[in-house]
């Protein structure tokens, strides 16, 4: 029997990458978007799903589950994009995002978890950001997103371990997708302090992306997860420079880290 995967955010980018390859494999794949109706010719299942409206989360897993009879993978891929300088960025932007990229991935962890339990199987992959492992400057939002979720997997992992589900971090670095253009960008004030550097930073950023690698790394990985009997917590995926940073950070005294960080930024 197929296992049956659900991929939140899966109408584009590293969900679709991943979609894709798990469906030519032989898994059976739903992706959820918000407005699926607007998309046409997708390559597999797409339901619509709002990981900030726990009424469409419970919709869609309701569905799912009554046409499978049950749900193997969840991969909470969904999420968005932040920049700004912390004085700058509205509150009320921080919080959206928060809503999306953390609160929503637990929401709908905490709407499949009776499923799974039921079962006695299940595996959970909470798509983070090599940025969740560090504060990067007018990115610091979306570090503390994703940083918050890769901890809040380390403690679920211990509270579900006796039911038989598995769960881990995935924290991938930069990537050729579409997600700059999902991204809310705090605007680059006249009068704000920051906006020789954060205009700079945003340059950075962008060629970043542009210039990241193919998503097709990240489907790979997480199938390769799939196949593993006892999945590691925290596996991360992206160039070696940028994996090589999250290890520099613990081995050198913060400063020095920070001065790095600093002159990598060019601040």
């Keep these: 029997m197929s296992k049956v995967v659900l991929i939140t955010g899966g109408s584009s980018g590293i969900g679709k990458a991943i979609g894709i390859y798990l469906s030519e494999k032989g898994f059976k794949v739903y992706g959820t978007s918000r407005n699926p ?6 390559p597999f299942n797409l339901v619509a799903l709002d990981v900030t409206d726990n009424d469409t989360i419970t919709t869609a897993i309701q569905m799912i589950i009554a046409k499978e009879r049950r749900l193997d993978i969840l991969i909470n891929n969904a999420g968005m994009g932040i920049t700004g300088a912390l004085e700058d960025t509205p509150t009320d932007k921080m919080h959206h995002v928060f809503n999306t990229n953390f609160f929503g991935a637990i929401d709908v962890i905490k709407a499949v978890l009776p499923q799974m339990r ?6 959970i992959i909470n798509i983070t950001s090599i940025a969740g492992y560090m504060g990067l400057p007018f990115r610091g939002i979306y570090s503390a997103t994703k940083g918050a979720l890769e ?5 679920l992992r211990m509270e579900v371990a006796n039911f038989g589900i598995k769960v881990t971090n995935v924290a991938p670095g930069d990537f050729a997708t579409n997600i700059a253009s999902g991204r809310y960008h ?11 550097a954060y205009q700079a930073n945003l340059n950075l950023m962008d060629a970043d992306v542009n210039g990241g690698e193919n998503p097709i790394q990240m489907a790979e990985a997480i199938y390769k997860i ?5 999945p590691k917590i925290h596996y991360k995926v992206g160039n070696a420079m940028q994996k090589f940073a999250i290890v520099l950070k613990r081995m050198l005294p913060d400063k020095v880290f920070e001065k790095l960080m600093m002159n990598n930024f060019k601040m």
């Design 226 to 230: 799939i196949n593993t009997k006892n």
């Design 186 to 196: 705090t605007p680059v004030f006249e009068n704000s302090p920051y906006k020789k």
């Design 151 to 155: 901890l809040s997997t380390e403690a």
């Design 37 to 42: 109706q607007k998309i046409t010719k997708h």
């Design 118 to 123: 039921q079962q006695k199987s299940g595996l």
